[in-house]
């Protein structure tokens, strides 16, 4: 449904009272475009609990403070078992934390994986939405380029035949 807005006399640029001619509008676009959600409330209200579980883990093990944390835990591991005041419960090869590690590796490379794709269909969704956003605007554009096209026709008809009375009169 394409309206027209009733003119208005006072240009906000200038801050002078100025004639501004109406603009088009789809107000039915408008209306419905406010009613919907953006592609990331979307996306985020279709996430399973393991979905949120997986992007958790995901940017948990994949920043600076998991890094540190689990260094500190490793220099703490090696230091008690070649010190072993008490006992050595890991001989130096270390063979419990290796399979500490690799337990780890085993379940955290998948996790991490599902994580990237969704990431990846996230980026897809986000980019075909401003494909989408990019039509709009250069259709609203092209309409604009139009009315102002009409209108610009208008003035110059109206000038001609100013021109032509005054040929007239005189």
């Known amino acids: 449904m394409l309206i027209f807005l009733k003119p208005f006399y006072y240009s906000v640029v200038n801050n002078k009272k100025a004639f501004l001619y109406p603009v088009p509008l789809n107000i039915t676009k408008i209306f419905f475009t406010m009613a919907q959600l953006t592609w990331h409330d979307k996306h985020e209200s279709s996430l399973t609990f393991g979905d949120r579980v997986a992007d958790a883990v995901a940017n948990g093990m994949g920043s600076w403070k998991f890094i540190i944390w689990q260094s500190i835990f490793v220099v703490c591991w090696m230091i008690l078992n070649i010190i072993g005041l008490v006992r050595h419960w890991d001989v130096y090869p270390f063979i419990l934390l290796n399979l500490i ?28 939405n401003d494909y989408q956003t990019n039509l709009d605007a250069k259709q609203e554009i092209e309409a604009l380029q139009l009315h102002l096209s009409k209108i610009e026709t208008e003035k110059l008809d109206k000038i001609i035949q100013m021109l032509e009375e005054m040929k007239l009169k005189n």
């Open 101 to 128: 590690f690799s337990t780890q590796a085993a379940y955290a490379a998948p996790i991490i994986m599902m994580a990237q794709n969704r990431q990846s269909d996230r980026d897809r969704i986000q980019a075909q």
